[in-house]
C-alpha cells in the first residue's frame, strides 16, 4: 500500500478477443505473475469499478470475466481474494450488488465480499497522511489493506466530471463517503493526484474488453475496444490508455496535474502495440453542470449534522427524480405487458397501475427501458436514448 514508484515499468497490452480471462492471464503473466504481485501477502483486495447497477456489457462496470481470471491467479498463489468496492455516493450498495448479480458471482468463485462501513470508523478504516499532498491531505483506507496487496480493476472510459476515469481515480471507491466527499469538494482533479500519493495499488489492468466514450462513466456510448492494459504504476498505466483511445494526456486535468507534479513515469511495453483502437469522443462538461454537481458536495456537510447517519444531500436530491438520469413511462405507449417489472431485479420500483416509477428505490440501471417491447420508456437525462 505504500505509495513508491517501482523501478522498471512494464506495461502489458493485450487483445481479448479470445476471451477476457485468456488476455487477463496473459497481462498478468507479462508484468512479471501473481506472485510478484502478492509479495507473499495472504490477502489481496480486488477494487473493480462497480459505480452502479449497470453491467459490464454497457461499458459502465468492470467485467465478471477478468474479477474471475484475477481471482484464479491470486488462490493459485495460495491467497484470498476479497472483493473491495462502493457504488457511487448516490447510489445503494447493496442494490448495486443485486442488480450486477455480484453476490452470487462472488460464492460461486470463492471470493469474499468484504462490507465495511461506508460512513467510516476506526474498526473498520484506518487514517493516511500523504507527504506532499496539496487539497486531500488526510484520508481512510480499509484497514485491512495493513496485511492485503491491492489489485486495481478499472474500466477504460469517459467521466462527466474528471473527463476521465481509470487506473489513478478507481481507488476512490474503497475511500469512506466522508472523504469522497472532500474529494468532490476540495477539487476532484487535485484529489485524485493527492490520493495516489497515498495508496499506491500493486497491480492495475485496466478493463477496455468493453469501454465507454462521451458521457461516461454510465450513460456514454459504448465502446468496444477488447483490450486489457496492466501495470504496476497507476499513472504509466493510464498514460498507454490514453494513447490507445486518442486523447491528450494533458487533456485530462488530474493527469495532467500527476504530470507536472510527479513527473512522467518511463516504462517498456510488453504484448500487443495495438495503436489507437478508437478515437474517443470525451464529454462535453458545462461549467452551470459542473457547479451545481460540486455545490451539492459542501452542502451536504450540514445537512448530515441534521440528517440521521449515512444520509447524505446527493442521494435524498436523486430520490426525489428531480435530477438525474431517470426513466419515465410514456401512458400513451404503454400497454401494461409487465415486462419492465418482470426486468428490474428490484422490489418496488414500477407501478403498473399508476405507471410511476418509485425514485426512492429505482437505482437508474435502465433495465426496464432496455427492455421494454412497446418502447414505451424514455429517460430523462440519457444520451443513448431511444429516439
Known amino acids: ?9 512494464t506495461i502489458a497490452i493485450a487483445r481479448t478477443f479470445d476471451g477476457i480471462e485468456e488476455a487477463a492471464h496473459r497481462v498478468i503473466e507479462q508484468v512479471g505473475g501473481m506472485a510478484s504481485v502478492l509479495k507473499g501477502a495472504k490477502i489481496a483486495i480486488l477494487k473493480p469499478n462497480f459505480v452502479a447497477g449497470r453491467g459490464a ?6 467485467s465478471f470475466a477478468l474479477l474471475k481470471a484475477v481471482a484464479e491467479e491470486v488462490q493459485a498463489c495460495g491467497a484470498e481474494p476479497v472483493l473491495c468496492e462502493m457504488p457511487g455516493t448516490e447510489f445503494d450498495r447493496e442494490a448495486t450488488y443485486t442488480i450486477l448479480g ?19 470508523n476506526e474498526q473498520d478504516w484506518v487514517p493516511v497522511q500523504p507527504a506532499g499532498a496539496k487539497k486531500l491531505r488526510r484520508f481512510h483506507v480499509p484497514r485491512i489493506l495493513n496485511e492485503a496487496c491491492l489489485i486495481n480493476l478499472p474500466v477504460l472510459k469517459t467521466h462527466v466530471v474528471s473527463t476521465m476515469t481509470l487506473g489513478m481515480k478507481n481507488p476512490m471507491g474503497i475511500l469512506p463517503r466522508p472523504d469522497r466527499r472532500s474529494m468532490h469538494t476540495f477539487g476532484i482533479d487535485q484529489s485524485i493526484v493527492d490520493m495516489n500519493l497515498g495508496i499506491k495499488p500493486d497491480l492495475t489492468i485496466i478493463d477496455g474488453s468493453v469501454g465507454q466514450d462521451g ?50 513515469p518511463s516504462w517498456t511495453l510488453a504484448g500487443e502495440d495495438v495503436g489507437v483502437i478508437k478515437q474517443f469522443r470525451l464529454p462535453e462538461v458545462k461549467p452551470l453542470y459542473r457547479f451545481v454537481f460540486w455545490m451539492m458536495y459542501p452542502l451536504d456537510y450540514p445537512f448530515t449534522w441534521i440528517s440521521e447517519r449515512g444520509k447524505h444531500l446527493c442521494t435524498t436530491l436523486y430520490s426525489t427524480g428531480l435530477v438525474g438520469t431517470r426513466p419515465q413511462i410514456k401512458e400513451e405507449n404503454c400497454t401494461r405487458c409487465g415486462v419492465c417489472v418482470e426486468a428490474c431485479p428490484l422490489p418496488n420500483v414500477i407501478d403498473l397501475k ?15 427501458y432496455e427492455a421494454c417491447p412497446e418502447n414505451a420508456i424514455s429517460v430523462k437525462g440519457y444520451s443513448g436514448a431511444r429516439q
Not at 500500500?1 to 515499468?9: F, K
Not at 456489457?57 to 468492470?62: F, H, I, N, V
Not at 469474499?112 to 462501513?117: K, S, T, V
Open 57 to 62: 456489457e454497457t461499458g459502465s462496470t468492470t
Open 354 to 368: 399508476s405507471l410511476k416509477v418509485n425514485y426512492a428505490t429505482c437505482q437508474r440501471c435502465l433495465l426496464c
Open 102 to 120: 455480484v453476490e452470487q458471482f462472488c460464492q460461486e468463485r470463492g471470493i469474499r465480499i468484504l462490507r465495511i462501513d461506508p460512513e467510516g
Open 215 to 264: 458521457e461516461g462513466p454510465l450513460y456514454g456510448d459504448r465502446a468496444d475496444l477488447q483490450v486489457l492494459v496492466a501495470g504496476h504504476d497507476s499513472l504509466a498505466v493510464d498514460l498507454v490508455c490514453c494513447q490507445l483511445v486518442g486523447v491528450k494526456p494533458r487533456d485530462i486535468p488530474h493527469l495532467k496535474l500527476a504530470l507536472e507534479q510527479v513527473g512522467k
Open 1 to 9: 500500500m505504500v505509495a513508491t514508484r517501482p523501478e522498471t515499468n
